[in-house]
């Protein structure tokens, strides 16, 4: 790596920009059903419960699809909470570890209905586990509520250490909002102090009406912050090691978003699309099983052609930006919902990616800097 860079020579690093990517990851919603009601959730709620027959086709399909050898397999279940839907996970992982088919497996949880049982199997089938946490006690209990406003810090925490005593790889994912974005840095050193890991992860918030949206300069100041003071215990926060890795590695980065062209989500409701935030029944975002016998002919369809073309490239603004080899334009589905079309760049990511970007030279030369290969188990939603 360079030893200093900034926003005006990020081009010089020499990462070449792709156009396209294959569907390497299937996110599998589970479920709808979850037993907390975070006010924030972005996902449309639901009793809908994948079946069988459902899972086993999305299986096929997504098993059939050749992949260039460079490219991993991975399903991560989600849901809803896909815990509620642990014997449909297992029969999953059963079945694709039968076909011989090299993936792996990932898992997005609250973690509040963790058991020895679930950890065990998690353990055992290296299902790597990201827990939504928001923060200390009395900051996920503000926004990590039951039905009956109950925070559910406790079970979290009972979860995470179970996960711990079987051995299960896993991550904390800090879900940024409201309650907790200006107070990153003291979110992480807590989680820390009461979990001992070794790597964090965050999530950013989605927009919605009404729901105070994020500041892209003060959220990236905030984590860079929090990643300095936790260099000195020799944790990372996963996103930010990945894109420094990138750099020294002179890779793009992994995408912020997955759905134009490196994912497929399906629902339960037997249908394929880019993103999980979309009602099963807005139809233009869906693609329904029974219309396709293969998933190259899904991904030929709307919305992933329309997904797929969305690039940095060709938005008129991220023309000439710096920034543009390590930029993807932020989440299409904020984009949407913000200015009505995915052919934006979201200017909160914008500005939160600028502003990372130019400091990420002074994290990568500080001392305590080492690149985290071997812990980046890490994902991101
Ligand atoms: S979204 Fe912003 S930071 Fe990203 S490429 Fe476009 S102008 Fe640059
Ligand atoms: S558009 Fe992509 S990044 Fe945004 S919520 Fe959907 S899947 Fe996630």
Redesign the pocket.
């Known amino acids: 790596m360079p030893s200093s860079f900034s926003l005006g020579n990020v081009r010089s690093v020499g990462i070449t920009l792709t156009e396209s990517v294959s569907p390497s990851t299937l996110f599998l919603m589970l479920t709808r059903r979850c037993n907390l009601d975070c006010s924030y959730c972005c996902v449309p709620a639901g009793h809908a419960k994948m079946n069988w027959k459902t899972a086993s086709r999305v299986i096929d399909l997504f098993l059939e699809h050749p992949l260039p050898e460079s490219q991993k397999r991975v399903i991560r279940f989600f849901g809803g909470e896909p815990l509620l839907a642990f014997d449909i996970l297992q029969k999953v992982v059963e079945y694709v570890e039968g076909s011989g088919i090299k993936c792996s497996f990932a898992l997005v949880t609250n973690g509040t209905t963790i058991d020895h049982e679930k950890a065990a199997f998690l353990a055992k089938r290296k299902v790597h586990t990201a827990v939504s946490v928001d923060g200390p006690r009395y900051m996920h209990d503000r926004g990590r509520t039951y039905k009956n406003g109950k925070g559910s810090f406790r079970e979290v925490a009972n979860g995470i250490h179970i996960l711990q005593k079987h051995n299960v790889m896993h991550c904390i994912t800090l879900t940024l909002q409201k309650h907790n974005i200006h107070q990153i840095s003291v979110a992480m050193d807590k989680l820390l102090k009461d979990f001992k890991v070794t790597s964090l992860s965050y999530s950013l918030p989605i927009y919605q009406e009404g729901i105070q949206y994020y500041d892209g300069e003060e959220v990236a100041k905030e984590l860079l912050e929090a990643q300095f003071r936790l260099l000195q215990k020799g944790v990372f926060i996963a996103e930010l090691s990945a894109l420094i890795l990138s750099l020294v590695r002179g890779k793009t980065p992994p995408p912020y978003c997955g759905g134009t062209g490196g994912h497929v989500v399906a629902i339960p409701e037997g249908k394929l699309g880019p993103c999980y935030c979309f009602s099963p029944d807005e139809d233009v975002y869906w693609v329904d099983l029974r219309r396709v016998s293969t998933l190259s002919e899904a991904l030929q369809k709307n919305p992933f052609i329309e997904w797929a073309s969305r690039s940095?490239l060709t938005?008129a603004?991220?023309k000439n930006?710096p920034?543009?080899q390590l930029?993807d334009?932020?989440c299409p589905f904020n984009s949407l919902r913000k200015y009505g079309t995915i052919y934006k760049?979201d200017d909160n990511?914008?500005a939160f990616?600028?502003t990372l970007i130019r400091n990420l030279g002074e994290l990568g030369t500080s001392p305590n800097f080492q690149i985290p290969i071997h812990r980046r188990y890490c994902i991101r939603v």
């Open positions: 940095v938005m603004r991220c930006c920034a543009i930029c334009g932020g760049p990511y914008c990616i600028k």
